[in-house]
């Protein structure tokens, strides 16, 4: 079922309407990184324990695994545009009604159902394989990448900027209220420049259900194994990302300003390579080849941090990481679009973005077990999880069926 999508001529959409979708991804990621470093002191303000933190950090990772399949396979019935249009839009209404919160519980709920609508990424990726020819999907999937690296550069400072934690629970308002107002603008965008990259024939309201789905892409030689790379190493990338700040203030008494400055240099290193390097590099190489590459360069990576000794070899470790990730990630949805139907692709895209998002619940348990065992052991928890992902991404170059 190689380049399965080839059945169905790519439009070319429209650099506006492909400019929006980024910026979809950048709000998406924007407001993400202006409410996450609030988080705990917004609860705070509630007088919240700290399980209820925790729950409130959960809340919009649980949201967004149920959201992904779910809009990716509707998207592939009912069209892109209209689920972008709601999904933005219900993410406009969460940051809203979570800068007016009255209690701990409504804000649990609220992010609940922020996660849920911003688990639109299926739908965007979907919207850029329909218009995209196969071999420049990897290209365009990473300016996406870059776009989530970018909104996470932005995202905290501005948030920091804005929030006014001396003022109580309302000092957080209006982070808050830009979140809402930036993503009423983006939905606006959507309407008006955007065009429906899919055609609606009845064939398309018979789909497969959820489980049907699953079960295919079970069977399914490429997606199978895409799917486990994804969840392997989604849950040692996110590990280190959640304990990197308890590591670095056991070994070198960082605080908070060391810890976002280095994550700064990630997306920055990210962001660059997934806007000039990724595409050029998939298509002289295979995507599947640096999936692979990038996996096990991040790898190296990650265990070389483990023996940092100064902050200068801590960002070095980082950048290459972040290097090898970018040249890995936009690869494993590019290869997903070129081996499903092109009238599946939101659903298979969407039960991929769920996998990982699943990934994000489990990694930080993993690596906050391994760190009470030692302060270094993370980062080998997570060398051990990588190591058959980049076997399993490097098998899916042969399969082509």
């Not at 919009?60 to 992904?68: L, P, S, T, V």
């Not at 398309?204 to 194994?225: C, D, E, K, L, Y």
């Not at 139907?341 to 930080?364: F, I, K, M, S």
Request: include cysteine.
């Amino acid at each position: 079922m190689a380049d399965a999508a080839q059945d169905k001529p790519a439009d070319q959409g429209s650099g506006v309407a492909l400019t929006t979708l980024l910026s979809v991804m950048f709000i998406n990621l924007l407001g993400f990184g202006i409410v996450v470093p609030l988080l705990p002191f917004y609860a705070k303000s509630f007088d919240a324990a700290p399980w209820q933190i925790a729950l409130i950090f959960s809340a919009y990772a649980i949201g967004a695994f149920f959201g992904e399949p779910f809009w990716g396979r509707l998207s592939d019935r009912i069209g892109r545009k209209p689920l972008l249009i709601s999904t933005v839009s219900g993410n406009c209404l969460c940051y809203l009604a979570l800068a007016f919160a009255p209690n701990v519980y409504v804000a649990f709920v609220v992010r609940l159902l922020g996660g849920l609508a911003s688990g639109n990424g299926s739908v965007v990726q979907g919207y850029i394989a329909d218009v995209s020819p196969p071999d420049d999907r990897s290209g365009r999937m990473s300016l996406l990448g870059a776009a989530y690296n970018i909104g996470f550069i932005v995202g905290p400072a501005l948030g920091g900027l804005l929030a006014h934690p001396s003022a109580g629970h309302a000092g957080f308002r209006i982070p808050l209220i830009v979140c809402s107002a930036l993503s009423a603008l983006c939905a606006t965008a959507i309407v008006l420049f955007v065009k429906e990259s899919r055609v609606r024939h009845d064939r398309f309201t018979h789909q497969p259900s959820r489980w049907a789905v699953m079960g295919n892409a079970a069977r399914n030689p490429i997606i199978r194994r895409l799917m486990s790379v994804t969840f392997l190493a989604g849950c040692a990338f996110n590990g280190i990302e959640y304990v990197f700040g308890l590591w670095t203030q056991a070994r070198f008494n960082w605080g908070p300003q060391q810890v976002g400055s280095a994550f700064a240099v990630v997306g920055i290193v990210a962001a660059i390579n997934q806007i000039f390097l990724t595409g050029r590099l998939s298509k002289k190489y295979g995507e599947a080849r640096m999936l692979a590459a990038g996996m096990a360069l991040t790898m190296a990576a990650t265990v070389a941090q483990a023996s940092s000794w100064e902050t200068l070899t801590i960002i070095i470790c980082l950048a290459v990481a972040a290097f090898g990730q970018s040249v890995a990630w936009p690869n494993v949805s590019a290869l997903i679009s070129r081996n499903v139907d092109w009238e599946h692709q939101g659903q298979y895209l969407g039960l991929n973005n769920a996998t990982g998002a699943a990934a994000r619940l489990v990694g930080p348990f993993i690596a906050a077990e391994a760190f009470s065992m030692h302060v270094d052991a993370p980062f080998y928890v997570s060398a051990l999880l990588v190591l058959p992902a980049i076997f399993l991404a490097w098998s899916a170059r042969r399969i082509r069926t």
